[in-house]
């Protein structure tokens, strides 16, 4: 048989139909839902009189809109609170399994899929929203889909789709100290461009991913779509099985201990498993190599996430491109983010400080943000106005305060608070006041994004946490 890349062998498995002009029905293992993207979609499906294909293929939670302070008065804002009660609604109504926003399995769709053991490797993963990317760090199809689709999928459990062109991007080498993960998308953006992965399924690759826990290559595949890629993709080894074992949906996972009993459906899905990574030989469209031992601690200073630089560069000079489109891009960039040409990124300080998203929110990334606060030591900086700290679920943020990481934060001025998307995209309280910048690990830094007039740089939860308490970047190479 010839050589098949992972999404080849991924896309071949879920092929119900296919059409002469490429055009393919896929079957859809796993849908996760959303407040945001799902009214309309659970509105049309009952003005057609159709009912949902397979229930326990759902999986809901509100995250986008709900508030990250005390819950018990309910949500405030009236919009926000009308998405919430209505995906409310409408689980209970065709009896979807969703877990509430009191519930302490709450939180952000792509922490909670793979943290329940619903996320599985060779599934096709889909839900309504750009960031499903995130699920592919499993060796899973994954892909965010519109709402139209949502109602696609709901009533018939499949999706039409085009079969993507495969880029194999390969990191190898180790990773320089105070450099994760977040570290390594970015380099791969500022290389490849927010263009550069269009109308391809990306896989991640090399040395330095494999070295990466499955929080790390969440956090690669989380940011695919900044790379134009809808879905980014990594294939299965000891590290992804370590992780889904014993987990509440995985297979071989006693429904009434929770805990791992394994037997033959576990032993079939890890022998299938383990066939899910790219064959020697197969065919890439594009290859791009990057050497991990030369990554540096990355910073975005405009406002899109390939404008990025490393610690020690400098903001770009207009003057200095001769490309008019790219000249006037970094002009106008310049002008909203309110920078220098030429000023240090080090010299950079911000107001507020943003640790959360679906990018950076699990329990390592609160580890290594709460391992900066520790070493640098004492309070947040005096220009912080408001410094974050939003874990992706309330399982993640019970294991940080198992921990005592709440309390590292708390310590230092920190807010600690309750999951969901909070200031990533400001649809809840969360928010900056026009003209405030912030040090965010968060994957998007378009104009207004987290507050109408709000500058954002993106960057790893270590530089956000050594960014609030010195007040401005710093190279965190010099803290690891
Ligand atoms: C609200 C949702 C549709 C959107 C997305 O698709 O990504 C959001 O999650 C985002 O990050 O901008
Ligand atoms: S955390 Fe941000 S990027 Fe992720 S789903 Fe929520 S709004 Fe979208």
Redesign the pocket.
């Known amino acids: 048989m010839t050589a098949r890349t992972l999404y080849d062998k991924l896309w071949d498995e879920h092929v119900v139909h296919s059409e002469p002009d490429g055009t393919a029905l896929l079957y859809i293992d796993r849908h996760l839902v ?1 407040e945001v993207t799902s009214p309309q979609a659970f509105e049309g499906l009952d003005l057609a009189g159709r009912k949902v294909w397979r229930l326990s293929a759902n999986l809901a939670v509100s ?2 809109n709900v508030p990250t302070t005390d819950r018990s008065g309910g949500i405030a804002d009236p919009v926000s609170k009308l998405q919430v009660d209505t995906l409310d609604a409408n689980c209970d109504r065709v009896g979807i399994t969703q877990f509430k926003m009191n519930d302490r399995r709450q939180g ?3 922490v909670i899929g793979p943290e329940q053991g619903a996320t599985l490797p060779g599934m096709t993963v889909v839900c309504g ?3 499903t990317s995130t699920h592919g760090a499993f060796g899973a199809l994954a892909h965010g889909i519109g709402t139209s689709e949502v109602e696609h999928v709901l009533a018939t459990q499949t999706l039409s789709a085009k079969k993507a062109r495969n880029l194999l991007v390969k990191v190898e080498g180790k990773l320089p100290a105070g450099c994760g993960a977040k570290d390594i998308v970015l380099a791969i953006i500022g290389r490849i461009g927010t263009a550069g992965g269009t109308g391809y399924t990306i896989e991640f690759a090399g040395s330095a991913i494999r070295a990466l826990s499955m929080e790390g290559r969440m956090t690669v595949c ?1 940011m695919a779509i900044e790379a134009g890629a809808r879905a980014g993709l990594v294939g299965v080894d000891d590290t992804t099985i370590n992780y889904v074992k014993g987990r509440p949906f995985t297979p071989g996972t006693d429904p009434r201990t929770g805990q791992f009993a394994g037997g033959v459906e576990w032993e079939q899905a890890v022998a299938y498993w383990r066939t899910l990574h790219t064959d020697p030989g197969a065919h890439f469209d594009k290859v791009v190599e990057i050497d991990a031992a030369q990554i540096r601690p990355q910073v975005t200073w405009g406002t899109s996430p390939e404008m990025v630089l490393a610690i020690d560069d400098r903001v770009p000079d207009p003057d200095k491109e001769r490309d008019d489109v790219k000249r006037s891009a970094i002009e106008r960039a310049l002008t909203y983010m309110a920078l220098e040409p030429n000023k240090a990124i080090s010299d950079i300080h911000v107001d507020k400080v943003f640790i ?4 950076n ?1 699990r329990i390592e990334d609160m580890r290594e943000a709460a391992a900066v606060v520790k070493r640098v030591g004492g309070r947040l900086a005096k220009n912080i106005k408001l410094a974050l700290v939003v874990p ?1 679920s309330g399982l993640v943020k019970a294991q940080a305060e198992a921990e005592g990481l709440d309390q590292v934060f708390k310590a230092a001025g920190f807010e600690w608070r309750e999951p ?3 200031m ?2 400001a ?1 809840n309280a969360d928010r900056l006041e026009p003209g405030e910048r912030c040090a965010s690990t ?3 830094n378009f104009e207004g994004r987290q507050g109408a007039g709000g500058r954002t740089h993106l960057v790893s939860p270590a530089m956000a946490a050594a960014a609030a308490m010195t007040g401005h970047f710093v190279d965190v190479r010099t803290l690891a």
């Open positions: 959303h995250d986008h952000i769709v792509h929203d750009s960031h989380n959360g998203s679906c990018t929110s992706g969901g998307c909070s990533c995209l649809m968060s994957n998007r």
